[in-house]
């Protein structure tokens, strides 16, 4: 009985390794390196909703300044979304 037993457990990892060789998971199958899930980070906060952008006149160019300030601010929000 135990000699079953032991054929049994055989049999049930040789067609394990024979499904996911045969399913293309042969990295797997040859070095035991499964694919594991990323870490979960916790509920995520919802980001709150923007006020409407203000429409600038289009009478003058910008300046060097405003683009100067214009380019901070759109770091910071790239930053603040690559913190989230």
């Not at 906060?45 to 429409?55: C, F, I």
């Amino acid at each position: 009985m135990f000699e079953i037993v032991i054929l049994g457990v055989i049999l049930l990892a040789v067609g394990y390794w024979a499904t996911m060789f045969a399913m293309g998971r042969r990295d797997d199958v040859l070095h035991g390196k499964f694919v594991e899930d990323e870490p979960d980070t916790g509920p995520s906060l919802a980001m709150p909703p923007r006020p409407p952008a203000r429409q600038v006149a289009a009478a003058s160019p910008p300046s060097k300044d405003s683009l100067q300030t214009l380019l901070a601010v759109i770091k910071q929000d790239l930053n603040d979304a690559a913190r989230t």
